[in-house]
């Protein structure tokens, strides 16, 4: 099992900038990527970015030059930096891990709310 624990969301201005944290531990010898996925009241959850062991990462179109995804191996921790926010960012966001980059893997954190007011 792996557990996967989120920390940083909170309430900001439009415009404002937000650091999401995620801490994995447990059996994670098989976890190559790791990332974050967003869900708004009434949306189906959806990739925001994910990133391998090795660095190479995939992000949503809606957040490219915006947000920045990182990982410090050592610490088997995931960051998501958000900057440039906007309303329509407004969700929970979950930590994800598996093995794929571009598949969501089978492990998630409990989420951390983001507002973005206007």
């Known amino acids: 099992q792996v557990q996967l624990v989120e920390s940083g969301g909170g309430l900001v201005q439009t415009g404002g900038s937000l650091r999401l944290s995620c801490a994995a531990s447990g059996s994670i010898s098989g976890i190559n990527a790791l990332g974050w996925y967003r869900q708004a009241p009434g949306k189906q959850r959806e990739l925001v970015a994910r990133?391998?062991?090795?660095?190479?990462?995939n992000y949503a179109d809606s957040v490219k030059g915006r947000f920045t995804i990182s990982r410090d191996n050592a610490k088997n921790t995931v960051y998501l930096q958000m900057n440039s926010l906007k309303p329509e960012d407004t969700a929970v966001y979950y930590c994800?891990?598996?093995?794929?980059?571009?598949?969501?893997?089978?492990?998630w954190g409990q989420g951390t709310q983001v507002t973005v007011s206007s």
């Open positions: 990133i391998t062991r090795g660095g190479i990462t």
């Open positions: 994800n891990a598996g093995p794929f980059l571009n598949y969501r893997g089978d492990y």
